[in-house]
């Protein structure tokens, strides 16, 4: 079996306007990065869907969703819950995003795949349930943890999310839910300023939420050494059943919005280390879903060093 590619260009219609730096080039940045380094041709293309209202409301509230869209189809250029950019045809691509995430989920715990790479954008891990935020209309990455245990019986998720910037969405989801641990590595200070050390979960949450907040500079050794140690020794006790990643390439060495300097290589041995973890605990099942990454020749290589270790 191959590794599963999901990338629909739909997602590439989402326009957040001119100078925007989560712009439609990144959808084909990243296609033609996979192409140049000879990878498309070792995995297995799988056609996308739209996310159904009902798998959106696993995560977001109703009373949003409808908001959300109905702001995009009445000509918002940014949505009234927070500062996310949208154009006429955000919705329709935040649906595909979702839904690209969806049958990410389904080819692995189907068995169709051992692991997949959804190319999806707009990216989602700061949007809430009642909110969107920074570039995030939909959650894609909790939308399919929860798909995931409600369709496929998965009890144990583990979300980890190396972007530049925190995943306050996805934390403020999970945070007091036991069965989801969410584990970020993150510049601090930085946007949206969440992700203290301190911030742990709550209640039947607590201790399933991990923040690694570092400073600009940070690279190789504060993340992948914070993850080979810390997070590698609480999934001992942990025990997930599915590995999912918000691979976010922003924090790559001279994107324009961050100031990390994590390498291809790193991307790359920080994948090898969700593998290790997946082949451990989860049956090697994992789900990659496109987040940040704003250099198109940054996120195009690093891209192609992630999919490289998946294969």
């Keep these: 079996m191959q590794t599963a590619l999901i990338a629909d260009s739909l997602c590439e219609t989402h326009d957040p ?9 990144r959808y084909r940045a990243v296609l033609d ?46 949505l009234s819950t927070g500062d996310t950019q949208v154009g006429e045809h955000s919705w329709g691509a935040a649906m595909r995003a979702a ?15 051992p692991r997949a790479f959804a190319l999806v954008r707009p990216p989602g891990h700061h949007a809430g349930a009642t909110y969107g935020m920074g570039f995030c209309v939909v959650n894609n990455i909790a939308v399919a943890a929860r798909y995931a245990q409600k369709k496929h019986g998965i009890g144990k998720v583990l979300i980890v999310d190396w972007d530049v910037h925190h995943g306050n969405g996805t934390q ?11 584990c970020s590595a993150h510049q601090s200070p930085w946007y949206p300023g969440t992700g203290a050390i ?26 992948l050494g914070a993850l080979e140690t810390k997070l590698v020794a609480s999934m ?8 999912l990643v918000s691979a976010g390439f922003d924090s790559r060495v001279d994107d324009p919005l961050g100031r990390f300097t994590l390498t291809d290589q790193d991307f790359g041995d ?22 940040g990454g ?18």
């Design 33 to 78: 990065g996979l192409t140049k380094a000879g990878l498309i041709e070792k995995l297995q293309r799988i056609e996308s869907r739209d996310a159904k209202d009902e798998e959106l409301e696993l995560v977001h509230a109703r009373s949003y969703i409808r908001l959300a869209e109905e702001e995009i189809h009445h000509g918002r250029d940014q």
């Design 198 to 223: 301190e911030e742990t979960g709550r209640n039947a949450g607590l201790g399933t939420t991990v923040n690694f907040p570092f400073p600009a500079g940070a690279g190789r050794s504060e993340i």
């Design 270 to 291: 920080l994948t090898k280390l969700m593998r290790q973890i997946a082949d451990t605990h989860a049956q090697g099942r994992i789900v990659s879903l496109l987040e």
């Design 172 to 182: 403020d989801i999970f945070y007091e839910d036991g069965s989801v641990f969410f």
């Design 99 to 113: 839904g690209s995430a969806l049958v990410a989920i389904d080819a692995v715990c189907g068995g169709r795949a």
């Design 236 to 243: 001992e006790k942990f025990k997930p059943e599915l590995v």
């Design 17 to 25: 306007g001119p100078g925007h730096p989560e712009q439609p080039k």
């Design 294 to 311: 704003y250099s198109l020749t940054g996120l195009a290589s690093a891209s192609s060093a992630h999919v490289t270790a998946l294969l």
